[in-house]
């Protein structure tokens, strides 16, 4: 049996894009060990049907994180037999490449974003500077590459003149309705709730905004659930705008405990702001989790999301990011009922086409000429 070693820079406990490369690699035949990092705020790991393993580092954030990260993966990988190397994201993509080379096995790419021009860096110029240098170097060497959605695979092709191929994050279709394995308690006083959702809530997302037209929305409760950079900022501003009554937060959870709190939402918010090539050509993976759950949803119109939710009328777009502009559309979707069924009746028309097992296809694809 051929080994694959997956690697990845998270705890690797929510992040489902990679689960379903492991399934897919395993299905495939391949004796998969998918490398990560533990956080001192780590999940336990769920059961998988592949080996994990979570490196403890010193650091755990910051330019010494990345090294060290960077250093015990080229490590790792090294003193690690593989017949193939699976790279998430451009921060694990140049001990994967290195070790490719000295090794002389292949390496397959997935770039999960334009991580490049995330807003972490765009004003970091020497940060920025460092990972660019690190992709223009690797980049138009790599055979096997795949990322998110045709907008991203557009710039790269352009920028490298590489064929890139596109594997959405979209969901497995549920084997069964979703339900509960246990009672979730009682989230809204009886009101719709609105949802927002995500392993990283952070700046330019749209959530500030959202947190502040809580204030204008009525007979509606927000409820986030998640992680990200300001998430501590949107409770400090709900405190300070008297909205406890109005929010509840939540943190992250393994998917299968959040789908069930997502399946309790009456709309599902995606509101990243178009400030930065990486969120304007951005397709969210709470999207396609909405849709699947039979959730509306409510957007911001980015050139990937607009063209799901247009395609598969499954919700409506802001026309701003001012609060009482995403109040007013807020309210207008939750105080009619029949536009919320007309969305909820194509929601699931759409996951007959918007599922995993449509969408592995190409990654398969890539792959099986590996085994």
Same mark, same amino acid.
């Given at each position: 049996?051929?080994?694959?070693?997956?690697?990845?820079?998270?705890?690797? &406990?929510?992040? $489902?894009?990679?689960?379903?490369?492991?399934?897919?690699?395993?299905?495939?035949?391949?004796? &998969?060990?998918?490398?990560?990092?533990?956080?001192?705020?780590?999940?336990?790991?769920?059961?998988?049907?592949?080996?994990?393993?979570?490196?403890?580092?010193?650091?755990?954030?910051? /330019?010494?994180?990345?090294?060290?990260?960077?250093?015990?993966?080229?490590?790792?990988?090294?003193?690690?037999?593989?017949?193939?190397?699976?790279?998430?994201?451009?921060?694990?993509?140049?001990?994967?490449?290195?070790?490719?080379?000295?090794?002389?096995?292949?390496?397959?790419?997935?770039?999960?974003?334009?991580?490049?021009?995330?807003?972490?860096? *765009?004003?970091? =110029?020497?940060?920025?500077?460092?990972? =660019?240098?690190?992709?223009?170097?690797?980049?138009?060497?790599? #055979?096997? *590459?795949?990322?998110?959605?045709?907008?991203? %695979?557009?710039?790269?092709?352009?920028?490298?003149?590489?064929?890139?191929? *596109?594997?959405?994050?979209?969901?497995?279709?549920?084997?069964?309705?979703?339900?509960?394995?246990?009672?979730?308690?009682?989230?809204?006083?009886?009101? /719709?709730?609105?949802?927002? $959702?995500?392993?990283?809530?952070?700046?330019?997302?749209?959530?500030?905004?959202?947190?502040?037209?809580? $204030?204008?929305?009525?007979?509606?409760?927000?409820?986030?659930?998640?992680?990200?950079? *300001?998430?501590?900022?949107?409770?400090?501003?709900?405190?300070?705008?008297?909205?406890?009554?109005?929010?509840?937060?939540?943190?992250?959870?393994?998917?299968?405990?959040?789908?069930?709190?997502? %399946?309790?939402?009456?709309?599902?918010?995606?509101?990243?702001?178009?400030?930065?090539?990486?969120?304007?050509?951005?397709?969210?993976?709470?999207?396609?989790?909405?849709?699947? %759950?039979?959730?509306? &949803?409510?957007?911001?119109?980015?050139?990937?999301? =607009?063209?799901?939710?247009?395609?598969?009328?499954?919700?409506?777009?802001?026309?701003?990011?001012?609060?009482?502009?995403?109040? $007013?559309?807020?309210?207008?979707?939750?105080?009619?009922?029949?536009?919320?069924?007309?969305?909820?009746?194509?929601? =699931?028309? %759409?996951?007959?086409?918007?599922?995993?097992?449509?969408?592995? #296809?190409?990654?398969?694809?890539?792959?099986?000429?590996?085994?």
């Amino acid at each position: 049996m051929k080994k694959a070693i997956v690697s990845v820079i998270n705890d690797l &406990v929510t992040d $489902q894009r990679v689960k379903k490369t492991c399934d897919t690699l395993t299905e495939l035949g391949f004796d &998969v060990l998918c490398v990560g990092r533990i956080k001192h705020d780590s999940m336990t790991l769920p059961v998988r049907n592949y080996q994990m393993h979570r490196m403890k580092l010193l650091f755990e954030k910051g /330019p010494l994180f990345y090294a060290e990260y960077n250093i015990r993966l080229f490590l790792f990988l090294i003193w690690h037999k593989a017949d193939l190397l699976f790279s998430n994201d451009l921060d694990t993509l140049l001990p994967n490449f290195l070790v490719s080379k000295i090794k002389q096995i292949p390496v397959v790419y997935d770039s999960h974003e334009y991580f490049t021009e995330t807003p972490e860096l *765009v004003h970091r =110029k020497f940060v920025q500077y460092t990972w =660019k240098t690190i992709e223009q170097w690797i980049f138009p060497r790599l #055979k096997d *590459v795949i990322t998110v959605n045709d907008s991203i %695979a557009g710039l790269f092709q352009q920028k490298y003149g590489i064929r890139v191929n *596109v594997v959405r994050n979209i969901p497995a279709k549920p084997e069964q309705d979703i339900s509960l394995n246990e009672p979730l308690p009682e989230i809204g006083g009886g009101f /719709p709730v609105i949802l927002l $959702q995500g392993a990283g809530i952070n700046i330019q997302r749209g959530a500030e905004e959202l947190v502040e037209a809580m $204030q204008f929305v009525n007979e509606a409760h927000l409820l986030i659930i998640g992680g990200g950079d *300001v998430i501590d900022e949107l409770k400090r501003q709900a405190i300070h705008l008297n909205l406890e009554r109005k929010i509840t937060f939540l943190p992250k959870m393994p998917f299968e405990k959040l789908r069930q709190y997502t %399946a309790m939402a009456s709309i599902g918010l995606t509101l990243d702001k178009d400030t930065n090539i990486n969120y304007r050509f951005s397709l969210p993976n709470k999207l396609f989790d909405y849709i699947h %759950a039979g959730v509306p &949803v409510l957007a911001s119109p980015l050139v990937e999301v =607009k063209k799901i939710i247009e395609t598969y009328q499954v919700g409506e777009t802001i026309e701003s990011h001012e609060p009482r502009a995403i109040a $007013q559309k807020i309210g207008s979707m939750i105080s009619d009922q029949a536009r919320l069924t007309f969305y909820r009746k194509n929601c =699931k028309k %759409a996951t007959e086409l918007l599922n995993w097992e449509n969408e592995k #296809k190409v990654l398969v694809e890539v792959l099986k000429k590996y085994v």
